[in-house]
């Protein structure tokens, strides 16, 4: 069972930058596919966002509309970590960000314009607040 713990969160001036990472431990990250997800306030857990996802094969990436040109997901091997870039950062992108893998190794996830990219999650991380404010 993979164990996910998150950092880099904060809080930053709108226009700013942050890189959240996600260090796993417990086995490869690479053989699943991972994401980013985040929660805003006032919202639940099952309205969660899927702000970007990578399938297990790394060959196919997605990004929610609200943060196309502003977040990169990547997922570095060697370290058993994955990140998410965040530039240009909006006060719209408060929130909880979380980090979450699929269930099975070799799996993908779906995209749904409602929601953003979802999979048959597995493991999540604790989460870490990103505050936008001036």
């Known amino acids: 069972q993979l164990q996910l713990v998150e950092s880099g969160g904060g809080l930053v001036q709108p226009g700013g930058s942050l890189r959240l990472s996600c260090a796993a431990s417990?086995?490869?990250?690479?053989?699943?596919?991972i994401g980013w997800f985040r929660q805003a306030p006032g919202k639940t857990g099952k309205e969660r966002e899927g702000?970007?996802?990578?399938?297990?094969?790394?060959?196919?990436?997605s990004y929610a509309d609200s943060v196309k040109g502003r977040f990169t997901i990547s997922r570095d091997n060697a370290e058993n970590t994955m990140y998410l870039e965040m530039n240009n950062l909006k006060p719209e992108d408060t929130a909880v960000y979380y980090c979450a893998t699929s269930s099975r190794k070799g799996s993908s996830y779906y995209y749904d314009r409602a929601v953003g990219c979802v999979m048959d999650f597995g493991s999540w991380g604790q989460g870490t607040q990103v505050t936008v404010s001036s």
């Open positions: 417990g086995d490869s990250l690479k053989d699943y596919a």
């Open positions: 702000v970007s996802c990578i399938n297990s094969s790394g060959d196919s990436t």
